[in-house]
């Protein structure tokens, strides 16, 4: 048989493959080609450009038009995309990416160290405000050093670089476009990714096609993904339920209980780090005074708080954001309900007789109101009478958020470590909504970045755990589960921690999947 | 029906959306978000707003800004969505035509079954057909459409699986598919609208029904059913007109919950995401244009009620 490049290719992927997954392969078997795949979507896709998208469904379109240099594996660990490898100099601070040759545009240009220079150059760029400015690490400046290289020059040692370019908004984009018509990309699409747009309706429906010049030959399977938006919660079941749809992206706690034993269904349930956090204002009183919120924190009865806030689909918190779905994590000694400790540093705080407060919650999403009241109840024994004000999302965020002294954040799951740290806890963090200033807090996270030695890095944030658990700037009760559902028939779909990434290159439909009309 | 008469309706019309224009207006300028954050989300640098909000002319007199608007929604330009970028007029003129669809197929089904219910009803008054009308209305009325909604996909798509649940597939798309989305819907607003109407068909009959004319008509030895429908119906569906063109705007802009419930992309789910996100020339577009096709469909059952009645005279 003669072997062309392309069967060439397509079994070296697939020997690739079958050496890193044979567990998971017993099951799947070979993928089929073919098919269109239907995906419920609870919120509109409001723009397509990958560099401005802010909610998980734009993620989800961005994903299949666009590629980035790296992807994030469901542990956490950065893997090959455009960039086919990388490597950095001994002090962390300078990086070599390498692309893979021969990967065009879905307009036919080719896909060079240019548009990675310049896709970087606008995400960077404070005028553009794309949300992943601050989230793509510390980057001084990116040059082309021939036309499949590229260099990162960073302004601190930075371990977790080749993670962070795999970061949600880190899609490249043609050069024209991020030098000359930024926004066009908004509503239509230019992408690498795997699949090509066919149309947008933001409110309704997006449809992409397989991208048959993809630079991996064996992949995406399908023929066919159409996003299909169902801003009522109930209609996705129902839509699944009736094989109209063949996956749900997130499902809350009672739909996933109202769909397990369903036939044809398949449930996804994977830990994660994403949680709601009680943020204290460490600068306004009572909490600037670090036993005002360890007293509160020692009424939260954790494991209540799980079954109340999750319907049990959850682990408990610790008070800081990291969780045993992070990298680099070790536990550090569980806080536990203690009312009588709790009501001695009250009095020591200089409130014998309990005090009052009124805490914040966001109407979005509806579990920040859940955790407010169930604080509420669980605080009234140490003599802490809490007042729970709720209001609408756009109005929180114009007035509580990031200025509040007491209120309810929401959090997705960042892919390490010194991702959530630096969005939420230091001092310089670009979201440091409880204006907790920790000089040594700062000084070990700093330090985790630049090493690469796991043990190290773990010992460190343990350390850097430690100090949250102690001073409390945020009580942080409660990790959730994310939930999703899919039919039988699609295959090689799971549900990722991060809860933004899809990964639906990989999937396939069965022979059993309904034919649609393309 | 005089010209002048016709003027001064129309004049009314536009002195109405002036006012609708100018509370929306003055509303969403007091809703507390600020557009160019919306548009830049909380990542942007205060440099990035500034330059934003400039640009848009959000720092002009709020009278300038309103003129501004208003000038451009006269020339048919709504404005930009903060949210999709997208130009506002035609994305409401789709979504509007959506909602039409859904309002006038479920007109025409609901005046199917209302105005026989309402006259089963009045003719046999006081009896078991009478009794069950009422037994219907009531529940109709009683019942909020996301229960009515929510019972209807449970037996009819969930259990039966006679029909699809939710979605909507455009006419253009597939004209089959398109009815089959909105048997659901349509039968859900039916039903609050069925109970409406049918009411107001039954006792308007069964006022007629006891007039002198009728009697007279009765003696002359006309057949009965003649003197239902030639000498009965006509006068009482006479106020039903103006019911049904009060529901007309209610189908606009109150469907909103159904549309939600079965994702169909009309105006009234574009209004709620466009409130959900603060896109403000989204809701400033969208309420204008409801209170637009509200006053019409009005003005248009007062054409109707005197071109059917010629004793009526408008001056």
């Not at chain 1, 490249?172 to 066009?184: H, L, Q, R």
């Not at chain 2, 007029?89 to 309402?118: E, K, N, R």
Request: charged letters at 20%; hydrophobic letters at 45%; proline letters at 6%.
């Amino acid at each position: 048989m003669p072997l062309n490049r392309r069967a060439f290719l397509s079994s070296t992927v697939a020997l690739a493959a079958l050496a890193g997954t044979l567990p998971s392969l017993a099951r799947a078997a070979t993928p089929e080609a073919g098919g269109t795949l239907r995906v419920a979507l609870d919120q509109a896709v409001s723009v397509l450009h990958p560099q401005l998208s802010r909610v998980n469904p734009e993620y989800l379109a961005a994903e299949l038009l666009y590629s980035s240099l790296t992807r994030l594996t469901r542990d956490m660990q950065a893997e090959p995309d455009l960039a086919s490898d990388w490597t950095s100099n001994d002090a962390l601070t300078e990086w070599t990416f390498t692309l893979r040759s021969g990967v065009t545009f879905h307009d036919g240009a080719p896909c060079t160290a240019e548009d990675v220079v310049a896709s970087f150059t606008a995400i960077l760029d404070p005028d553009m405000a794309s949300p992943g400015r601050n989230n793509v690490g510390p980057i001084e400046t990116v040059e082309a050093i021939d036309p499949h290289t590229v260099k990162f020059t960073l302004s601190t040692a930075y371990a977790d670089l080749p993670v962070a370019l795999a970061y949600n908004n880190a899609r490249i984009i043609p050069a024209s476009v991020a030098t000359g018509d930024y926004a066009s990309l908004r509503g239509m699409a230019n992408g690498t990714g795997p699949f090509r747009l066919v149309s947008y309706e933001p409110d309704r429906l997006v449809v992409v096609e397989k991208n048959p010049d993809y630079y991996d030959p064996a992949r995406p399977h399908l023929d066919r993904v159409e996003l299909r938006v169902f801003p009522d919660l109930g209609a996705q079941v129902s839509a699944l339920l009736a094989g109209d749809i063949d996956m749900i992206a997130t499902v809350d706690a009672n739909d996933y209980m109202r769909l397990d034993g369903q036939d044809g269904i398949d449930l996804l349930r994977a830990a994660s780090g994403q949680f709601c956090n009680v943020n204290f204002g460490t600068d306004i009183a009572p909490f600037d005074d670090p036993r005002v919120r360890q007293a509160l924190a020692l009424t939260v009865d954790r494991g209540t708080m799980v079954d109340f806030m999750t319907e049990g689909f959850g682990t408990k918190g610790n008070d800081t954001p990291l969780n045993a779905s992070y990298p680099y994590f070790k536990p550090v000694e569980q806080r536990e309900k203690d009312i009588a400790k709790a009501k001695a540093l009250l009095t020591e705080a200089g409130f014998p007789n309990g005090l009052e407060a009124e805490l914040i919650a966001s109407d979005r999403p509806a579990i920040r109101g859940k955790l407010a009241v169930a604080l509420r109840e669980m605080a009234k024994e140490a003599g802490i009478t809490i007042n729970v004000t709720t209001m609408p999302h756009a109005t929180y965020l114009e007035q509580v958020w990031k200025k509040g002294a007491f209120y309810i954040g929401f959090y997705n799951m960042q892919p390490t470590p010194d991702g959530i740290f630096k969005l939420l806890f230091t001092s310089d963090a670009a979201w440091n909504e409880t204006r907790w200033n920790n000089p040594d807090f700062d000084a070990l996270v700093d330090k985790a970045r630049a090493v690469t030695d796991p043990a190290t890095r773990t010992d460190l944030y343990t350390q850097a755990q430690a100090l949250m658990n102690a001073d409390v700037p945020a009580l942080i009760p409660a990790f959730f589960d994310v939930l999703g559902a899919k039919r039988t028939w699609l295959r090689d779909y799971d549900i990722h921690p991060r809860a933004s990434l899809y990964r639906l290159d990989h999937a396939w439909l069965t022979a059993e999947a309904p034919t649609r009309a393309g | 029906m005089s010209a002048s008469y016709l003027l001064k309706r129309l004049g009314l019309i536009c002195y109405t959306l002036i006012i609708v224009s100018l509370l929306v207006f003055g509303i969403t300028q007091v809703l507390p978000a600020d557009a160019a954050v919306m548009m830049l989300g909380e990542n942007a640098t205060p440099e990035a707003l500034s330059a934003l909000r400039a640009q848009m002319g959000l720092n002009d007199p709020i009278w300038m800004q309103y003129l501004h608007w208003i000038g451009g929604v006269l020339r048919g330009d709504f404005g930009t969505s903060l949210r999709t970028g997208q130009p506002v007029g035609p994305t409401l003129l789709s979504a509007l035509g959506t909602s039409l669809q859904l309002t006038v197929l479920t007109l025409l089904f609901m005046l199917m079954l209302a105005i026989p219910m309402g006259i089963v009803a009045a003719v046999r008054r006081g009896r078991i057909a009478d009794l069950a009308v009422s037994l219907v209305s009531y529940i109709g009325v009683s019942l909020p459409e996301f229960v009515t909604a929510t019972i209807a996909v449970l037996l009819v798509a969930d259990w039966w699986q006679l029909l699809p649940p939710v979605g909507y597939v455009p006419f253009s798309e597939d004209p089959a598919e398109w009815l089959r989305h909105l048997v659901l819907p349509v039968v859900v607003v039916s039903f609050i609208l069925i109970a409406h109407v049918s009411r107001m068909v039954r006792s308007e009959l069964v006022d007629v029904l006891q007039t002198d004319y009728i009697r007279a008509a009765r003696l002359k030895g006309l057949r009965p059913r003649r003197v239902l429908i030639r000498h009965g119906l006509r006068n009482a569906l006479l106020p039903t007109i103006t019911i049904v063109a009060l529901d007309v705007g209610y189908l606009l802009g109150g469907v909103i919950v159904v549309e939600e419930i079965f994702s169909i992309p009309g105006i009234g789910r574009s209004l709620m995401s466009a409130v959900q996100s603060r896109d403000l020339p989204v809701i400033q577009a969208g309420v204008l244009i409801m209170a637009a096709t509200y006053s019409i469909a009005n003005f248009a059952a007062d054409l109707l009620y005197a071109w059917l009645d010629k004793r009526i005279q408008y001056d």
